[in-house]
């Protein structure tokens, strides 16, 4: 259902951004961008728990990465866009697409990367803080 949602949405995002659409209704947008934190931080957490039970302590990296894992999505889907829909050719607009695209990529992947590692920085404090050493 997530995926539909951010699917449908980096659509018209991405029509919107390339000239063959005008407007993209921002509400709805912060509405996806919410809803893609709370997902990222929720598998996150979840993995970073599996992380943990299986007693390797060194999840730092590890939830760097899960956070980081929807930019994936999002180039992935620039790169279909650009096959299947743009209708661009050549190599100015190639490399000018494939350019802007990998730093936007690069940027979710900064945003969701740092709500993955502070979510699961929040939940490991919360749960080793309730462990009595005696």
């Not at 970073?48 to 894992?69: A, C, D, M, P």
Request: aromatic share 18%; hydrophobic share 50%.
């Amino acid at each position: 259902m997530d995926l539909v949602i951010h699917y449908i949405e980096l659509h018209y995002l991405y029509l919107s951004m390339w000239g063959q659409y005008g407007h993209v209704p921002f509400p709805i947008v912060l509405m996806v961008v919410l809803i893609l934190i709370a997902v990222t931080s929720c598998i996150t957490i979840s993995l970073i728990y599996l992380t943990l039970s299986q007693e390797n302590h060194n999840w730092w990296w590890r939830s760097i990465k899960f956070g980081g894992t929807s930019s994936i999505f999002v180039f992935g889907y620039s790169l279909y866009y650009y096959i299947m829909e743009s209708g661009m050719s050549g190599t100015l607009q190639t490399t000018f697409f494939v350019g802007y695209n990998l730093v936007i990529a690069f940027a979710v992947f900064l945003m969701m990367s740092t709500v993955g590692f502070l979510s699961s920085l929040t939940f490991v404090k919360n749960i080793y803080s309730s462990i009595k050493c005696e």
